[in-house]
């Protein structure tokens, strides 16, 4: 799978932005604050429906325009698709495949797909569990775009149910009765995002270990495992019914705690992706290289997963070469080396390993110049 055209409007820094891109490696280069890192955000956006940098869409529309459109050629074993999303803050975004409406964005799922190496990364080792979390659900959507309506589902559950528990908690003689419906569809989607989560993390662990001693062999071997906001009543088996019964079990113990406070505290939107070095959690005990080398591993490793399952995504290293030290470097050209594709952005060529020759652009005023 590779990019071979992207074209942006009105996104981010960038009135218009027009690139064509090649197999191999393509590295932007440019200073800080010249908007290479927003070209890529843009094909991170058409893999995942979201930024790697924002959790809205309206940072996303260039100052003074309404909305922003995002086209981008994919090549995948010769069949191409071209892929337009408009970007609309406040409205239903739309989206095209081949200029033929269809009729959701997450329709465009899976058409590319993307694994992102970004500075913001170190959160996922250093940051709280949503960052985990949403590494876990991007890459599930990613390998199997469908469960792009599961999490959409389960949060629109999680939404009403939530809104139910304030209400009930302001009035002390409100009927709780309707709790036991959503109850019913809150234990329902959170076992199926549960459970796709579960075999998630049992097939990318042992890539994630292999990563992390490659780039880090002088450290402690590194482990993740999944964390189950059901604590005790986690159940052995992880299959969808027996998640569903034990999620709806504990939501009836828990349900007075719940009233009180006015939240929900039982579900996959509680959980989180614990990760050890040796014998000890890695947030707060691991160096600030081991904590680079965790994060990095972990991406590598969902990218080897999706590359042994016969879907190869492109790989893209945004500003990240300038954060590692030699020996990571070089582990890293390692591995995008062998890539079908990989997009690199840099500040200066030089923080650019040279085994990693290819493309060159030079992003600068407002223009992005082949070299």
């Known amino acids: ?84 999303l ?7 975004n739309r989206a095209r495949i081949n200029r033929g409406p269809v009729p959701r964005p997450r329709d465009v799922l899976g058409i590319l797909r993307t694994v992102l190496f970004a500075p913001e990364d170190l959160a996922l080792v250093r940051g709280d569990p949503g960052e985990r979390r949403r590494l876990l659900d991007e890459l599930l959507t990613t390998r199997a775009p469908r469960y792009a309506g599961v999490r959409s589902d389960y949060e629109r559950v999680l939404k009403q149910r939530g809104a139910l528990l304030k209400s009930v908690r302001a009035s002390r003689n409100a009927d709780i009765s309707t709790l036991d419906v959503w109850d019913g569809h809150l234990a329902r989607h959170g076992a199926e995002l549960l459970a796709a989560r579960l075999d998630l993390v049992a097939d990318i662990a042992p890539h994630v270990a292999a990563a992390y001693a490659e780039v880090a062999p002088e450290s402690r071997p590194a482990r993740i495992a999944y964390r189950s906001s059901l604590g005790e009543a986690f159940p052995e088996a992880h299959d969808r019914e027996v998640l569903e019964d034990a999620l709806l079990a504990e939501l009836h113990r828990v349900r007075g705690q719940e009233i009180e406070r006015g939240v929900c505290l039982v579900g996959p939107h509680r959980d989180d992706l614990d990760l050890a070095l040796g014998d000890l959690p890695a947030k707060g005990y691991a160096s600030h290289g081991e904590s680079w080398s965790f994060a990095l591993a972990l991406r590598l490793g969902g990218y080897e997963l999706l590359r042994v399952e016969g879907a190869e995504p492109v790989l893209v290293l945004d500003d990240v070469f300038a954060e590692l030290d030699r020996g990571r470097r070089r582990q890293l050209a390692k591995v995008a080396a062998g890539a079908e594709q990989v997009l690199i952005t840099a500040a200066v060529a030089e923080d650019v390993p040279e085994e990693l020759d290819g493309l060159r652009f030079d992003v600068r005023d407002g223009e992005v110049r082949r070299v």
């Open 1 to 84: 799978m590779y990019v071979r055209h992207l074209q942006v409007t009105d996104f981010r820094s960038w009135e218009h932005a027009d690139l064509v891109f090649e197999p191999g490696v393509s590295v932007l280069v440019g200073r800080n604050g010249q908007g290479k890192t927003n070209l890529v955000e843009a094909l991170g956006y058409v893999a995942t429906l979201g930024s790697h940098r924002v959790a809205t869409d309206a940072p996303l529309i260039r100052h003074g325009a309404s909305r922003a459109v995002v086209r981008t050629a994919v090549v995948n074993e010769g069949r191409e698709l071209l892929v337009e």
């Open 86 to 92: 408009e970007i609309t803050p406040g409205k239903a």
